[in-house]
């Protein structure tokens, strides 16, 4: 008789119920990809990424996700048929579409009690600078 390995799943505990998810408009679309030919990365693409990262976040147990408000809507439109409009709020804060709006909504973030901020604006070296310093 084949002895059988009992494996144990193991799961990260979630230690807070609040996260934040950053997603300006702004990134990716900056003067030297344009310029340079490179790469774009477009407000459809953030939108599905946003999507399965808020997807993942409610399933893993948060239930609240501040979000950076924006004029394209990103987030509103991620959410748009999940049935999980009532985990979101935006975060209140003065936003300039500028690298500076990352940093506030972080620093919003925070003081409103979320541990975990995923954000899409760490593309840029300037941007990268801006968050650490937010630290």
Do not use: C
């Amino acid at each position: 008789m084949r002895a059988t390995r009992r494996v144990r799943q193991r799961s990260l505990p979630i230690t807070t119920s609040v996260a934040g998810i950053i997603a300006n408009p702004a990134s990716g679309k900056d003067i030297r990809r344009l310029v340079a030919h490179a790469s774009v990365f477009g407000n459809d693409e953030k939108v599905a990424i946003v999507r399965r990262v808020i997807m993942g976040m409610v399933e893993a147990g948060v239930e609240r996700v501040l979000y950076m408000p924006d004029p394209y809507k990103l987030i509103p439109q991620a959410i748009d048929g999940l049935g999980v409009d009532k985990h979101l709020v935006p975060v209140e804060g003065a936003f300039y579409a500028n690298a500076h709006d990352t940093v506030i909504a972080a620093q919003e973030m925070a003081k409103a009690g979320a541990k975990v901020v995923v954000s899409f604006r760490l593309a840029g070296r300037s941007h990268l600078r801006l968050w650490e310093k937010r630290g």
